[in-house]
Structure formats: structure tokens, C-alpha cells
């Protein structure tokens, strides 16, 4: 059982697709599916491990998680909050140009 006071990150239905395809407007046709319906929740002084294959999304899971990429669905909150209420906007731009 989890105590909320304790959980420093939950992650909830966390989705996130790239387009592959367009119509002749610009609009996806069809998506990669590099992460799709992921939830955990990590406790204070707990350890969790993603594995899996080359090439499975675990990249992208991490980047997500931490709103380098922005996200097609489900949140990530840190404390009870997302990651846009703990930094500036500016700042949140120069991270997303990193990757």
C-alpha cells in the first residue's frame, strides 16, 4: 500500500507517439507507438528498473518522464506536481532543444 506522503514520482497512462505518415493537409496519417499506457508509482528510498530490447522505448519512456518530449497522453508528477510548476518556460525550451 502507498503512502502519500512518501511517492516522489507517479507516472499514470504515460503515452507518447510520433507521427510517421501525412495527409496532404499535414496531418498524421499513422504513429509509431514508442511508448504507450506506462503507469508506476516510485516511494521514497525504493528502487525500480525499466528493461527490455534495443530499440523498445525505454529512451524515450525516460525523456518523456521528464518532459523532454512532450507527452500524447497520461502525466508524470513529481511530489504531487508536474515538472512545468517547479521551472520557468524558458527554461523548459532550452531542455526540450537538448535532445
Not at 510517421?20 to 506506462?38: M, Q, S, W
Not at 511530489?79 to 510548476?85: F, L
Request: proline share 3%; glycine share 12%.
Amino acid at each position: 500500500m502507498e503512502n502519500r506522503k512518501n511517492i516522489i514520482l507517479k507516472v499514470k497512462g504515460l503515452k507518447k507517439y510520433f507521427p510517421l505518415n501525412k495527409d496532404i493537409f499535414g496531418r498524421p496519417t499513422a504513429h509509431l507507438r514508442a511508448v504507450d499506457d506506462v503507469s508506476f508509482t516510485l516511494e521514497a528510498g525504493k528502487t525500480i528498473g525499466v528493461v527490455g530490447e534495443s530499440g523498445c522505448g525505454k529512451t524515450t519512456l525516460g525523456r518523456t518522464i521528464l518532459q523532454l518530449y512532450d507527452t500524447t497522453g497520461g502525466r508524470s508528477l513529481y511530489y504531487g506536481h508536474k515538472i512545468e510548476d517547479f521551472l520557468p518556460k524558458y527554461y523548459l525550451n532550452e531542455l526540450k532543444n537538448i535532445t
